[in-house]
């Protein structure tokens, strides 16, 4: 029973340098999310999507694309890597937007740009 | 806005004795409220939730956390601290039927660290 899966775990990226986050989920959830966790400042939603099909840009949206490529997958992509990106990222499901119930996270993507 | 604050950046707490890990909001609304913890390298699991109904509610591995409306906390408590416990808490926030899925707000989150 995987859950939510994010590949890589690990990335190093050099200033400029592009990249895609993949994510993917088993548990036929309508909705899905990418946060980014920073030091002292919690998590911050970078772009959602309520449904297949649809994406929305979440608190910290810049610099960055998304694309729900069918129910179970959703990417992050950097198309020019700053540092400022640099943070651990994380991907997280639901059932569906209502929010009355819980979100099921990845394990996460340790990026850092040099 | 919404916002949530947890005022304390580590909690340190003996095995054996009560553990509080606090948490105030601030909405406009009526709030859905939440625990989240992390444990090293791994992402965040779900704990507890207060959508409505007892201000009391428990949650998973003895957890539980009071909703108190007129000082807008949600403190998250455990009467017997285990050295297991120590980790990353996080406290959610969001007001329903705001029209969007987006505003799930979190917290800094809370070191806690329990010790023999």
């Known amino acids: 029973n995987a859950g939510v899966t994010q590949t890589p775990k690990f990335q190093v990226l050099k200033t400029g340098q592009s990249m895609t986050l993949q994510c993917a989920q088993d548990?036929?959830?309508?909705?899905m999310y990418w946060y980014r966790q920073d030091p002292g400042m919690g998590l911050r939603l970078i772009y959602y999507?309520?449904?297949?099909?649809?994406?929305d840009k979440g608190e910290v949206p810049n610099g960055y694309n998304v694309s729900r490529l069918n129910k179970r997958e959703f990417s992050l992509r950097l198309e020019s890597a700053a540092p400022s990106q640099t943070s651990v990222y994380f991907c997280?499901?639901?059932?569906?937007?209502?929010?009355?119930?819980?979100?099921?996270f990845g394990e996460g993507s340790r990026l850092t740009v040099l | 806005a919404q916002s949530v604050a947890q005022p304390e950046d580590q909690v340190n707490v003996a095995e054996g004795n009560p553990l509080t890990v606090k948490c105030t909001y601030s909405?406009?609304?009526?709030?859905?409220l939440f625990w989240y913890v992390q444990y090293p390298n791994r992402g965040l699991q779900f704990l507890l939730k207060?959508?409505?109904?007892?201000?009391l509610v428990k949650g998973s591995y003895g957890f539980e956390a009071e909703f108190n409306k007129s000082q807008t906390s949600f403190h998250l408590k455990k009467p017997s601290a285990l050295v297991s416990d120590s980790a990353l808490y996080f406290c959610?926030?969001?007001?329903?039927?705001?029209?969007?899925?987006?505003?799930?707000?979190f917290g800094t989150g809370t070191r806690l660290q329990v010790t023999l």
């Open positions: 997280a499901s639901s059932l569906g937007p209502s929010y009355t119930g819980e979100l099921f």
């Open positions: 548990m036929n959830h309508n909705s």
């Open positions: 999507s309520a449904s297949e099909g649809t994406t």
């Open positions: 909405v406009s609304g009526n709030p859905y």
């Open positions: 207060y959508i409505t109904g007892d201000n």
């Open positions: 959610a926030v969001r007001v329903p039927n705001t029209g969007t899925a987006s505003k799930l707000t």
